[in-house]
Every structure is written in C-alpha cells, then in structure tokens.
C-alpha cells in the first residue's frame, strides 16, 4: 500500500497515532506501507514514534512513480 503524505505538512501527534493503528493493521494483514512525498516536518514525527524504523527507511520514496 502506498501512502502519499504530501498534503500532511503538519503532521500532528493525533496524525501520528492514526498511521500507528494504520501500520499495525496492515502488519496483521501482512501488507506492506509505503510512504511518497513526506516533509520533513512529518518525517521528524514519525521517526520519533518510531514508525520510520517499524516502516523501514527504504519504503519512503520522494515522489509516487518512485
């Protein structure tokens, strides 16, 4: 599954939580996210909670066609 993250500049701690509960869904389904076009604001979110390593650095693509 890809999630384009472009319209999410301010990534809050709600937004955070929800792509938690998102990733763990998918985990349990065996799908694999992936994230394009994430700021960097929301990139620092993100890591922080730990959802870039539980991801993985190499599913986060610079734009969609990636």
Known sequence: MLLD???AGETDVTAA?????????L???E???RLA??????LEV????GLIERIGEDRIYGSVHE
């Open 37 to 42: 076009r994430v700021h960097q604001s929301a």
């Open 5 to 7: 993250l472009e319209g």
């Open 31 to 33: 799908i694999e996210l």
């Open 46 to 49: 993100l890591r922080r909670d």
């Open 17 to 25: 939580d929800a792509l938690v509960e998102l990733v763990g869904e």
């Open 27 to 29: 985990e349990r389904q």
